[in-house]
Nanobody, 121 residues
Framework: QVQLVESGGGLVQPGGSLRLSCATS????????MGWYRQAPGKERELVAD???????NYADSVKGRFTISRDNDKKTVYLQMNSLRPEDTAIYYC???????????????WGQGTQVTISS
């Protein structure tokens, strides 16, 4: 059983910062790309940022220069440092990991349960 557990969400004022963490546990043969997505009320889920196993990063235009994604492969954990937060960043943030559970298995996308981020004064 593979689990992704997010933490770090909450309520912060505009201009503030938050750091999200997502720890992956379970039997994992290979951990590939990891990422963060978000879904605001009435909107579709969108990619915020992702990072390859080698550390190559990719960001949505709306968060470039404000958010930083990083990962610790030893801890099987991905982070999202969010600075200069805006009300439009309010959403449920989901962690995602593409991984393989065994040598002969295929690559599968797993999701966390989501953590609420609210930006409001």
């Amino acid at each position: 059983q593979v689990q992704l557990v997010e933490s770090g969400g909450g309520l912060v004022q505009p201009g503030g910062s938050l750091r999200l963490s997502c720890a992956t546990s379970g039997s994992i043969y290979r951990l590939n790309a990891m990422g963060w997505y978000r879904q605001a009320p009435g909107k579709e889920r969108e990619l915020v940022a992702d990072i390859s196993s080698g550390g190559t990063t990719n960001y949505a235009d709306s968060v470039k220069g404000r958010f930083t994604i990083s990962r610790d492969n030893d801890k099987k954990t991905v982070y999202l440092q969010m600075n200069s937060l805006r009300p439009e960043d309010t959403a449920i943030y989901y962690c995602s990991a593409n991984l393989r559970r065994s040598y002969y298995g295929g690559d599968i996308q797993y999701w966390g349960q989501g953590t609420q981020v609210t930006i409001s004064s």
